[in-house]
C-alpha cells in the first residue's frame, strides 16, 4: 500500500514541501482573498444592508451587523479554523491522512452526548452539554485510538472509523427513538450557521484558545505523527501529548457541534492540501491550514447563502459537497 | 513445446523485456534465472497468459497461444504464482480437487477423484489431505498448491518461485518432485529459480534474463560458467565440481577464496 | 453428515423463528394478520438472502472480507437517486416512482455503477479496492449530509416516506413489488447457479483462477452485474442494509462447515433471514416498538464488527 496520499509510515515521515511558489506571495495573496471573503460574508444576507446604511449609523443596520452578521462571521471563521486544525491534529495522532472528527465517531459522539444532556438534565444550560458533549467525544476518541493502534492497514482506519460512527449514531437514534426525541435530533444533524445570532454563539470562541494552544504545542504533534518509539526517543511523553491532541480535538468538535453542527470533511480536505502544498512540518502549516479551514468554510458559506437567495442552503450541505469533491479530487490525483 | 519470439513488453514508457527469443522443448525442465527485476516473472506470466506481450508471438506445440481459449489452454498449460494471499478455509484435498476444474468445469467424476488422489500420492500428502490450508506450514501449502497444479495433468506446468520462503528440505523435495515430472511422467517444466544451485543441479535448460534481455540460454553446463554467473550477478563465483553436479559459490568474495 | 447436521439445524431454527413471527398473537384477527405477516417474512427472505448472496460473492471478486457493495457505495447510489427524486418530484414523485417505475430505475443505475466500476477498477483484471471504497466512503458521506438536508427540509408527510426508503423496514412490504423482487431474485439465482463452480475458483484470487481457465475478466463482469440486480432488489424491498453484510458473510464464513459457495451462500441467507426475524421479533415483543429494525440491526452488526476487528489483528 504506498499511495501518496496514504503512506505508511503516517504523515509526519515524508516532509516534501515545494517551493514552487514565492513566499511573498504565496503570503499577501491568501490574506487579500481572506478579508475580501469576511466582506462579503458581512454583506450577505436576507435583510438588505449597504455600506452607506453603515456610515449614517442607521440603527437597523447596525443591529443586523452587531447581532447577526457578526457573530455569524465569527463562528464561520473558528469553527473552520477549529475544525481543520482538529484535523490535522487528528491525521498526526492517529498517524493516518484519512481521519477527521467525521471519520473517527468524534462528531457521533459529541452528538450523543449532547442527545444524553437534553434528555437527562433537560433544564441545563449550554456549559452542561458542551461538557457532555466534550467528555463524550474524548472518550470515543481515545476508545478509537485503542482500535487504530490494532489496525495495520492504513485505508483500514477510516472505513472502522465510520463502522464506529455509525455504531454511536445507531446508539444515538436508539436512545431518541425510545424517548420520542428522533425529530428533535435532526436539528442538529447538519451544520448550519443560519441560526447564529449573538447570545447563542458564544460558546465556540472556545476554539480560539484551542487554536492557539495547539499551536504551541505544533512541535510535538509533528513528531508524534512519527509513532510512539521515535517520540520516545526524542524524549516526548507519548501518551500525555496524545490525550492532549485529544482533548483539545474533542473541545473544539464539542463546541462547533453545539453552536453550529456537524460539518464533515474540512477537517479532511484543508490539511491534506496543505500537506501537499506546503509539507508536514505543523509548525509552519498550522496557521496555513487554520487559515484555510476558515476560508474554506466562509466560501461554503457564502455560496450556501447565495445558491437559492434568500433562503439558504446549510453549510453542512455545501461543506459536505464541495469537501466532498475535494476529496475526491485529491484521491485521484494523489493515485496518478 | 513452447516458442517465444521477440517478446516485448513495457509498463508505461519503461520496458520491462525486449526482444526475448527462447524456447521450451518438451519434457525437460527448464528454469529462468536472473538478478531481481530482470523481468523473469513478467515473462512467466506472459507465458501463462496471465498478461499479454507488448509485441512478438508465443506458440504451444505450433499454434499461437492467444488464439486458444482459455478453458482450452488451462487443459494443456497449469500455472502456479505465488499463492494468494486471503485465508483459505480449504483442506488440502479440496484445494487439489480445484485442479480438475478445466476438466469438469465444477462437476467432479470418478476420472477426477482418481487424478486428485494421484497428485497427493505423488507429493506423498496423503497424511495432510484433510488438513485445512490455514493450519498448514509454508512449505506443506506451497506443496498443496504445487499438486493442484499438477492435478491439472497438463503436459505443461510453469511455476512462479515454487521455493520462494521454503526451508531447505521443502524446496529439495519441490524441485526432486519436478524432476520426477519431467522424467517420469514425461511433462513440460518451466520454473523461475532465485536459488543457482537449485536451478544449476535440477534443470536441462537455463534461460538467464537480465535487464529484460535474453542474457544467455542453453544447457547447464553452457549458461552456468564462473563468468557468465559474473556477468549476469555482477558477483565473483566459484564453480566447484561434485559427483552428481555442481555447487556455485558466491558467498566469498574472490581474495578470501583461496 | 456434519455439513447436512449443521443445515438441518439451521433450517429447523429458522423454521421455528418464522412460525414465532408469523403466528404470535395471530389468534385476534388471523384473517387480517396471517397474509401481512407472510408477506413481511417473504420480503425479509428475499431481502435477506439478496444481502447475503450480494456480499459474498462481493467479498470473493474482490478477495477482501471487509468490502461489501453497501461499502462500495451501491447503496448510497440508490439513496443519491431516492433524493433526487424526491428533491425535483417532491414526495409524491417517490411514491410514483417507487412502484414499478423507480424500481426498474434504480436497477438501470445500479448496473450503471457497476459497470463503472469494472471499467474502472478492474481494468487489466487488478481490482484498486482500496481507492473504489474511499471513493465509496466519501459517496456515502455526501450523500449522508445530502439526505439529512432533505430530512430537513421536507414536510413531516414527506419525512416519512423518505425516512422509510433510507431504513431498513418491511412496514412498506407492497405485493406488486415484492413480487417483481421476487421474480428477478430467482432469475439471478437461475443464472447464478451454473457459475456456482467457478465463483469457488475465483476465491483462490485472479491468477490461479485463470491458469484454471477461467475467463477472469468477463466473470467479474458477469458477477458485478449480478450483484447490482441483487442490491438493486434488497435496497428497495427492504431499504439499506450499511454494514450488515459484512457480518452475514463473515458468520457465514465461520459458520458454513466448509469454505465452498454451495455451503456459505446458503449459511449466509439463513443468518440474514435469521437476524431479520429475530430483530423483527424484538423490536414487536422486547422492545415494544420503541425502535426499529434497522437500528437494532445496525447496532449488533457495529459492534459485532468492531469486536471483531479488535480481536483480529490480520483481517484483510
Known amino acids: ?336 | 513445446m513452447i516458442l517465444l519470439t521477440d517478446i516485448g513488453k513495457s509498463h508505461g514508457t519503461r520496458a520491462v523485456l525486449t526482444g526475448i527469443t527462447a524456447r521450451f522443448p518438451r519434457q525437460s525442465l527448464t528454469s529462468i534465472i536472473g538478478p531481481n527485476g530482470a523481468g523473469k516473472s513478467t515473462l512467466l506470466m506472459l507465458i501463462a497468459r496471465l498478461a499479454e506481450p507488448g509485441s512478438g508471438r508465443i506458440t504451444l506445440g505450433g499454434a499461437d497461444i492467444a488464439r486458444i481459449s482459455r478453458a482450452e489452454y488451462a487443459r494443456r498449460v497449469a500455472t502456479l504464482r505465488q499463492f494468494p494471499a486471503i485465508e483459505l478455509r480449504l483442506t488440502v484435498e479440496e484445494l487439489v480437487a480445484f485442479g480438475r476444474f478445466p476438466h469438469n468445469r465444477g462437476r467432479p467424476t470418478a476420472e477426477d477423484r482418481r487424478a486428485t488422489d494421484e497428485a497427493i500420492a505423488f507429493l506423498s500428502l496423503d497424511t495432510i489431505r484433510k488438513a485445512r490450508l490455514d493450519e498448514l506450514s509454508g512449505g506443506q501449502r506451497q506443496m498443496a498448491f504445487l499438486a493442484m497444479t499438477i492435478a491439472q495433468q497438463t503436459d505443461c506446468l510453469l511455476l512462479d518461485e515454487p521455493l520462494n520462503n521454503l526451508d531447505m528440505r521443502h524446496a529439495l523435495r519441490i524441485m526432486q518432485a519436478l524432476r520426477s515430472l519431467c522424467d517420469d511422467l514425461g511433462r513440460t517444466v518451466v520454473a523461475v529459480i532465485h536459488d543457482i544451485n537449485f536451478a544449476a543441479n535440477h534443470s536441462d535448460q537455463i534461460i538467464a534474463l537480465k535487464d529484460g534481455r535474453l542474457h544467455s540460454s542453453g544447457t547447464v553446463d553452457q549458461v552456468v560458467t564462473e563468468a557468465g554467473l559474473r556477468d549476469l550477478y555482477g558477483l565473483d563465483f566459484h564453480i566447484l565440481p561434485r559427483p552428481h553436479g555442481r555447487l556455485c559459490d558466491y558467498f566469498t568474495p574472490k581474495g578470501e577464496a583461496g | ?316
Request: aromatic letters at 8%; a positive charge.
Open chain 3, 1 to 316: 453428515m456434519t455439513a447436512r447436521a449443521t443445515f438441518a439445524l439451521t433450517a429447523f431454527g429458522l423454521a421455528l423463528l418464522a412460525l414465532a413471527f408469523v403466528l404470535q398473537g395471530a389468534a385476534a384477527d388471523p384473517v387480517w394478520l396471517i397474509p401481512r405477516r407472510l408477506m413481511k417474512l417473504a420480503a425479509m427472505i428475499v431481502g435477506g438472502c439478496a444481502v447475503a448472496l450480494s456480499s459474498i460473492s462481493f467479498q470473493t471478486v474482490a478477495g477482501n472480507r471487509i468490502l461489501t457493495p453497501a461499502v462500495m457505495g451501491y447503496e448510497a447510489v440508490y439513496l443519491l437517486l431516492q433524493s433526487v427524486l424526491v428533491l425535483t418530484l417532491g414526495a409524491s414523485g417517490l411514491t410514483l416512482w417507487g412502484g414499478s417505475g423507480g424500481f426498474l430505475l434504480s436497477i438501470l443505475f445500479m448496473l450503471g455503477y457497476s459497470l463503472t466500476l469494472d471499467r474502472w477498477l478492474f481494468r487489466d483484471g487488478r481490482a484498486d479496492l482500496w481507492m473504489l471504497m474511499l471513493v465509496g466512503l466519501v459517496l456515502t458521506m455526501v450523500i449522508g449530509t445530502v439526505t439529512q438536508f432533505l430530512q430537513l427540509r421536507i414536510s413531516p408527510g414527506e419525512f416519512a416516506i423518505f425516512q422509510s426508503a433510507a431504513q431498513i423496514s418491511f412496514e412498506r412490504v407492497e405485493p406488486w413489488r415484492l413480487l417483481v423482487s421476487t421474480i428477478l431474485f430467482c432469475v439471478i439465482c437461475l443464472a447464478g447457479w451454473r457459475g456456482l463452480p467457478a465463483l469457488d475458483v475465483l476465491a483462490l484470487g485472479r491468477d490461479q483462477a485463470m491458469s484454471l481457465g477461467i475467463d477472469h475478466r468477463r466473470a467479474v463482469r458477469r458477477l458485478l452485474m449480478l450483484i447490482a440486480v441483487l442490491v438493486a432488489v434488497s435496497t428497495s424491498l427492504i431499504g439499506p442494509t450499511a454494514f450488515m453484510g459484512i457480518f452475514v458473510a463473515n458468520l457465514a464464513y465461520a459458520l458454513a462447515p466448509g469454505a465452498g459457495h454451495r455451503l456459505t451462500l446458503p449459511m449466509g441467507c439463513a443468518i440474514a433471514v435469521g437476524m431479520f426475524l429475530l430483530a423483527q421479533l424484538m423490536v414487536e415483543h422486547l422492545f415494544d416498538y420503541r425502535t426499529t429494525v434497522g437500528i437494532l440491526v445496525n447496532l449488533a452488526c457495529g459492534v459485532w464488527f468492531l469486536a471483531l476487528m479488535l480481536r483480529q489483528r490480520s483481517m484483510i
Open chain 1, 1 to 336: 500500500m504506498d499511495r501518496p496520499v496514504a503512506p505508511a509510515a503516517g504523515p509526519g515521515a515524508g516532509n516534501d514541501c515545494r517551493p514552487w511558489r514565492r513566499r511573498g506571495m504565496g503570503r499577501a495573496l491568501p490574506g487579500a482573498l481572506f478579508a475580501a471573503l469576511c466582506l462579503a460574508s458581512l454583506m450577505v444576507g436576507a435583510g438588505r444592508m449597504e455600506l452607506a446604511q453603515l456610515t449614517t449609523f442607521s440603527g437597523e443596520a447596525w443591529l443586523t451587523l452587531t447581532a447577526s452578521r457578526l457573530p455569524r462571521l465569527a463562528a464561520v471563521v473558528l469553527t473552520g479554523a477549529g475544525l481543520a486544525v482538529c484535523g490535522a491534529v487528528l491525521q498526526q495522532i492517529l498517524r493516518n491522512r484519512f481521519v477527521e472528527p467525521a471519520t473517527t465517531g468524534g462528531l457521533e459522539a459529541a452528538k450523543l452526548g449532547i442527545l444524553v444532556a437534553l434528555t437527562l438534565l433537560p433544564g441545563a444550560g449550554q456549559g452542561v452539554r458542551m461538557a457532555l458533549a466534550m467528555a463524550f467525544c474524548l472518550a470515543a476518541s481515545l476508545i478509537f485510538a485503542v482500535i487504530t493502534a490494532r489496525l495495520r492497514a492504513t485505508v483500514l482506519v477510516p472505513v472502522a472509523g465510520l463502522m464506529y460512527g455509525s455504531v454511536l449514531g445507531a446508539l444515538a437514534e436508539f436512545y431518541a427513538y425510545s424517548r420520542n426525541f428522533l425529530q428533535g435530533m435532526q436539528g442538529w444533524m447538519l451544520g448550519d450557521f443560519s441560526k447564529v445570532v449573538q447570545g447563542s454563539y458564544e460558546v465556540v470562541w472556545l476554539v480560539l484558545p484551542v487554536v492557539a494552544a495547539t499551536y504551541v504545542f505544533a512541535r510535538r504533534f509533528t513528531l508524534i505523527g512519527m509513532g510512539a518509539e521515535v517520540a520516545a526517543s526524542l524524549g516526548l511523553g507519548y501518551r500525555a501529548m496524545v490525550v492532549l491532541g485529544l482533548v483539545l480535538v474533542s473541545a473544539t468538535v464539542a463546541a462547533t457541534v453545539i453552536t453550529v453542527g456537524a460539518i464533515p470533511f474540512v477537517g479532511l480536505v484543508v490539511p491534506n492540501l496543505v500537506s501537499l502544498w506546503r509539507g508536514d512540518d505543523l509548525t509552519r502549516t498550522l496557521p496555513m491550514i487554520a487559515a484555510g479551514g476558515a476560508m474554506l468554510l466562509l466560501i461554503c458559506d457564502l455560496f450556501g447563502r447565495l445558491i437559492i437567495w434568500p433562503y439558504e442552503v446549510p453549510v453542512g450541505l455545501t461543506g459536505g459537497g464541495v469537501g466532498g469533491l475535494m476529496f475526491l479530487f485529491l484521491i485521484l490525483w494523489g493515485r496518478r
